[in-house]
């Protein structure tokens, strides 16, 4: 892969930062991933428009406007050679060169880069279903980061990570602090009941592939609305899945050792995550 650091573009073994980094010592950061499918970047005007509003949020500045950034992006992925890539944006608050407590002494630093492709499941797993574990260890705070900060913070993720691995699970769920259902680390997830599709709807990430499902499913008229989702409502589903930048849509055929749609791939998750990649050659989407 190749980086783009300090103003130049280099191999990802000498992209390097300080451990007096903010973005090291206090998760002070912000970022973006966004992935290329045939030499070709999806949805990238949401990703930068979400990469901005965390800049914007967190008060840092970039020597860069959106177009300076996409053009950096693709300039990556040209000098990685990868068809299909994994390419981040991102933002540290930077170190002081006082050493100062004062962030606004800091010298925000920008970088990116671009890797091979990396999925969330591997295509066993795609076809088959994920084994999913519910964590009931770890919840969200009340008072976490804003969630719309795409942010490095995983802390409670990976502490269900390892929950979900324990209990023989391939990926966790965790809950918010009123017991829904939220999101896992790195996905967004949704459940059909009936027909129509649900996902938790305060204290997630609002994913770009979450907000591709509901652009989906608005164009073949299915119903999805964001809302409270209870560990109940997801047991009793007919059809789960997650979704990802890394993954795309992924089916979810286990719940915490119970079978979801008999243990198979349901209708509705096929049919949307074949139009998910069938939207990555159309321009429109890109
Ligand atoms: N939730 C969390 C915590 C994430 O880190 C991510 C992506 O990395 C997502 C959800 C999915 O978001 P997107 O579809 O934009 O990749």
């Known amino acids: 892969g190749i980086a783009f650091l300090d103003g130049q573009y280099v191999p990802m073994s000498q992209a390097k930062v300080s451990v007096l980094d903010w973005g090291f010592l206090h998760s002070d950061a912000t970022h973006d991933t966004v992935h290329v499918w045939n030499g070709r970047f999806f949805r990238l005007d949401l990703h930068l428009d979400r990469f901005f509003g965390g800049l914007q949020k967190l008060r840092m500045t970039i020597p860069f406007d959106r177009d300076g950034v996409a053009e950096i992006l693709h300039n990556c992925v040209a000098l990685s050679g990868h068809r299909a890539a994994y390419v981040e944006m991102l933002c540290t608050r930077g170190a002081s060169p006082t050493f100062s407590r004062d962030p606004r002494q800091a010298i925000n630093r920008f970088m990116a880069f671009a890797v091979p492709f990396g999925s969330v499941a591997n295509a066993e797993q795609l076809q088959r279903g994920l084994r999913v574990a519910v964590s009931d260890k770890v919840r969200l705070p009340p008072a976490s980061i804003d969630p719309a900060i795409k942010n490095y913070h995983w802390l409670d993720l990976v502490r269900g990570l390892y929950d979900a691995y324990d209990r023989g699970a391939e990926t966790a769920l965790i809950l918010d602090f009123n017991g829904n259902v939220a999101e896992g680390p790195g996905f967004n997830v949704f459940c059909a009941k009936d027909g129509r599709l649900s996902t938790p709807a305060i204290g997630v990430l609002p994913g770009i592939t979450r907000r591709t499902v509901f652009d989906l499913c608005a164009e073949i008229g299915l119903s999805a609305t964001a809302m409270n989702v209870s560990v109940v409502t997801l047991r009793d589903a007919d059809e789960v899945f997650i979704t990802s930048t890394a993954g795309g849509i992924m089916p979810v055929t286990e719940i915490d050792d119970a079978d ?27």
């Open 260 to 286: 979801i749609a008999h243990g198979k791939v349901g209708p509705i998750t096929s049919r949307l995550m074949a139009l998910y990649w069938q939207k990555h050659d159309d321009p429109a989407w890109s």
